[in-house]
């Protein structure tokens, strides 16, 4: 073990960036021992944040030119212009930073029974009795004592023995982690951790949700319930955690995604807004997003205070 510590790139005090930069260049000079492969897997495991560096260094490595062969975890490939400038090491490393997303105070309207609602930002942690909940960007929620009512958007719920939430014509009694998304016309639930059980409102009917499971309702048509695949069940769970995953997603999504959370505004031209990243960003850092993309795409950037232009 205290060899393995000794070879390994992530040391203890490397910010994730930095220790991802590290174990992206030691992939490319071959393949790892076990026990560097070992370390790499732990690293990766230890924090959300982790696989995110991962894959921004990953891709950007990629793109200028420097990646031979990676072994261990794999990331998808990131579609670029035929042509790519070279990518010096010092903008490699400062193109691969990234930073801790904020967490806003959700607007509260009354008191008993209280509205609370978000702008263009997550909410930080409601505590209720039994749990917390934690507000999409536009989204309004209703609490109360015993329930709370997801109005709109979406939620992120860390529940325990006694929480209930509503959504539609759904009720939830959550224990562990569920994401609800609510609008006039669909009710879509995620469980992403423990067990959710759920009945529809005016029957005694109860079902019973695993981690990776979702169950969507759409009007009054009955629920309908699939299994998620991991990646896909991460991607979903991102934005709880203050992260954007992307898979092979357009320019123009990602900029129409960054731009509902953040005031300062992301302009892709249209000879660069079909182009397609992956990786997974902060989404109140629309900077870490358009200095990566200008990295791959060999793209240019104009920046103001209010804006990030990308031609």
């Known amino acids: 073990m205290r060899r393995d510590a000794r070879v390994s790139p992530t040391l203890a005090n490397a910010s994730p960036d930095e220790a991802a930069a590290g ?15 070992q370390a790499l897997q732990h690293w990766l495991e230890q924090d959300i944040r982790h696989k995110g560096a991962f894959l921004r260094a990953k891709a950007i490595w990629h793109a200028s030119g420097r990646l031979a062969a990676l072994q261990g975890p794999t990331a998808p490939a990131v579609a670029h212009p035929a042509t790519l400038p070279a990518l010096p090491r010092r903008r490699f490393f400062a193109a691969a930073a990234a930073a801790v997303a904020l967490l806003a105070v959700p607007k509260r309207q009354g008191k008993a029974n209280s509205l609370y609602t978000t702008a263009n930002a997550l909410s930080a942690p409601l505590s209720t009795a039994f749990g917390t909940i934690t507000l999409d960007c536009y989204s309004k929620l209703k609490m109360g004592l015993e329930s709370s009512r997801l109005v709109s958007g ?6 325990r023995t006694g929480m209930i939430m509503k959504a539609g014509e759904l009720i939830f009694a959550p224990q562990g982690r569920l994401l609800l998304s609510c609008t006039p016309s669909q009710v879509v639930a995620t469980a992403v951790s423990g067990t959710v059980r759920l009945r529809l409102h005016h029957t005694n009917d109860w079902w019973t949700l695993r ?4 169950i969507t309702q759409n009007g009054t048509q ?16 991102a934005w709880s955690l203050g ?8 320019m123009a999504s990602i900029a129409s995604t960054f ?9 892709v031209s249209p000879a660069l807004a079909s ?6 960003f902060t989404l ?14 060999g793209a240019k950037l104009a920046e103001t205070p209010q804006t990030l232009s990308l031609y």
């Open 243 to 250: 992260q954007l995953e992307v898979h092979d997603e357009s």
């Open 222 to 237: 009955a629920p309908e319930m699939r299994s998620l695949m991991p990646e896909e069940l991460d991607a979903q769970n």
């Open 211 to 214: 981690a990776g499971a979702q």
């Open 259 to 267: 731009n509902r959370y953040n005031q300062r505004q992301v302009h």
């Open 275 to 280: 182009h397609r990243l992956t990786g997974v």
């Open 154 to 159: 979406r939620c992120c719920v860390l529940g």
């Open 284 to 297: 109140t850092r629309p900077e870490e997003f358009a200095a990566t993309a200008r990295t791959i795409l």
């Open 23 to 37: 174990w992206t260049a030691r992939l490319d000079k071959g393949p790892l021992s076990a026990g560097e492969q």
